[in-house]
């Protein structure tokens, strides 16, 4: 059964930091991985999605890296802002259905 | 463009109470689905569909029921609400036919928060 982890649960970080968050799962026979960014009380927006065939992909100061053998992706955001604190979630597809499995997410929070 | 139109945004229901949960799209997307959001469960998958007429279960089923008349509208309904059904309810759409830019990248709903006494 596909499991997805996301670590760290929160990260508090100073205005103009970079930095990494990170997601695994158990399952290395995904379809997609998707990053997802979702706004207290608010719905979920997609950020990037890296398909299984790529290795990342990029959005303005926003990069996610994939790696399908060792189970693994990162979200890596530049210059980090005080608009970017939000709960960023991770999501794989696993065969061609488009269930995604969630990771818990990683609640950011960018201090000014 | 709207994209994932999810009504109402709020409800209260006591026990037993049925309603349906309204989800529509305008991208005319293939592909739709419900999620529900969990403290500490995260986001499970209800049911699904493929395309208009075709509908499938997910991981958390039981107590809901779906149907896809058309490609723009897929209705979640409650049978006989209980407090376990408590929860925020999302609904999501992609494409997933071939051509152009975009394909299986998934556009949520704002949600329902609902409550269930």
């Known amino acids: 059964k596909q499991e997805v982890t996301q670590i760290p649960a929160a990260l508090s970080v100073p205005e103009g930091e970079n930095l990494v968050l990170n997601c695994s799962f158990t399952?290395?026979?995904?379809?997609?991985l998707q990053w997802f960014r979702q706004d207290p009380g608010k719905g979920l927006t997609s950020l990037l999605l890296i398909q299984s065939s790529q290795r990342e992909q990029t959005s303005g100061r926003l990069n996610a890296s994939l790696d399908k053998s060792s189970g693994r992706s990162t979200l890596y955001i530049a210059a980090s802002q005080p608009g970017d604190s939000a709960t960023y979630l991770c999501a794989v597809v696993t065969g061609n259905t488009g269930k995604l499995i969630f990771g818990q997410g990683t609640t950011l929070q960018v201090k000014p | 463009n709207a994209g994932v139109t999810q009504t109402p945004k709020f409800q209260v229901l006591k026990t037993g109470q049925s309603m349906t949960l309204q989800c529509a799209q305008d991208m005319n997307h293939e592909y739709m689905s419900w999620y529900r959001q969990d403290p500490g469960m995260g986001l499970r998958l209800i049911h699904y569909s493929v395309g208009a007429g075709i509908t499938d279960q997910g991981e958390v089923p039981n107590g809901y029921n779906v149907s896809r008349s058309t490609t723009e509208d897929f209705p979640l309904r409650l049978l006989s609400a209980a407090p376990s059904q408590t929860s925020v309810y999302f609904c999501?759409?992609?494409?997933?036919?071939?051509?152009?830019?975009?394909?299986?990248?998934?556009?949520f709903g704002a949600g329902t928060r609902l409550s269930v006494l």
């Open positions: 999501a759409s992609k494409r997933t036919g071939s051509g152009g830019a975009g394909k299986n990248i998934q556009y």
């Open positions: 399952d290395s026979a995904i379809y997609n």
